[in-house]
């Protein structure tokens, strides 16, 4: 199976909003309520932000949300900061046929 | 806390083995499941395969057949072994715990480079 698809690239000045959308499929993301996402600093470990397309983990910021709308996933930075400059994957359950997890891409995330 | 420490080898040459082992810490392995996932240069995350500690496993379609998950439960460490290695099994490899019911990864291991070269 394909990867889900980011865009390679997003950014914003410190306290505008962004979005990111991951799109996948009827058998991904279009069929389950299983997407999370991730940020990731360069040389540090991948930190999980939104699990079951909305829900944040303790200790994430509110300044954090995520949506679905059909096949297509979207994170959502409000209140940019500096330290949000990441890149930021999303990460799909992909069925019944034992395909695991999909990950998109990766989309970097430039605070201006 | 949860905590996963990583170790392994980090340079191979074309055709050996790859074997990373993961230790874990702060949480039993029979209430959840653990993953390994890479990242190789200049490309996204792939999520390489699945245990639980019945043994079960699940790997994804372009590795099976050269990837092995394995897991000790006395010693708390599970296991990633991939054979026959290339330059584009060159990556960084991270394991992490594994929410089977919401497929979600929420600790990760620090990571391990792993260099495939003649």
């Known amino acids: 199976q394909s990867a889900l698809t980011q865009p390679p690239s997003a950014s914003g000045s410190p306290g505008q909003s962004v979005t990111i959308s991951c799109t996948g499929t009827?058998?991904?993301?279009?069929?389950?309520?299983?997407v999370s996402w991730y940020q990731h600093h360069p040389d540090k470990v991948p930190r999980l932000i939104i699990y079951e397309v909305y829900q944040r983990p303790s200790g994430v910021p509110d300044r954090f949300s995520g949506s679905k709308s059909g096949s297509t996933a979207s994170l959502t930075v409000s209140g940019l900061q500096p330290e949000d400059e990441a890149d930021y994957y999303c990460c799909s359950y992909a069925g019944a046929n034992n395909f695991g997890v999909l990950f998109g891409g990766g989309t970097k995330l430039t605070v201006l | 806390q949860v905590y996963l420490q990583q170790s392994g080898a980090g340079l191979l040459k074309p055709s050996e083995t790859l074997s990373l082992t993961c230790a874990v810490f702060g949480r039993p392995l029979n209430d959840y499941y653990w993953t390994w996932i890479r990242q190789s240069p200049g490309k996204g995350l792939l999520w390489i395969g699945e245990?639980?500690?019945?043994?079960?496993?699940n790997y994804s379609p372009s590795l099976r057949g050269r990837v092995t998950i394995s897991l000790d439960t006395s010693t708390k460490q599970f296991f990633l072994r991939l054979s026959a290695v290339t330059a584009a099994d060159t990556a960084m490899y991270y394991c992490?715990?594994?929410?089977?019911?919401?497929?979600?990864?929420?600790?990760w291991g620090q990571g391990s480079q792993v260099t495939v070269s003649s």
């Open positions: 992490a715990t594994f929410d089977k019911a919401t497929y979600y990864m929420d600790f």
């Open positions: 245990i639980n500690h019945n043994g079960y496993t």
């Open positions: 009827d058998n991904d993301i279009g069929g389950f309520n299983y």
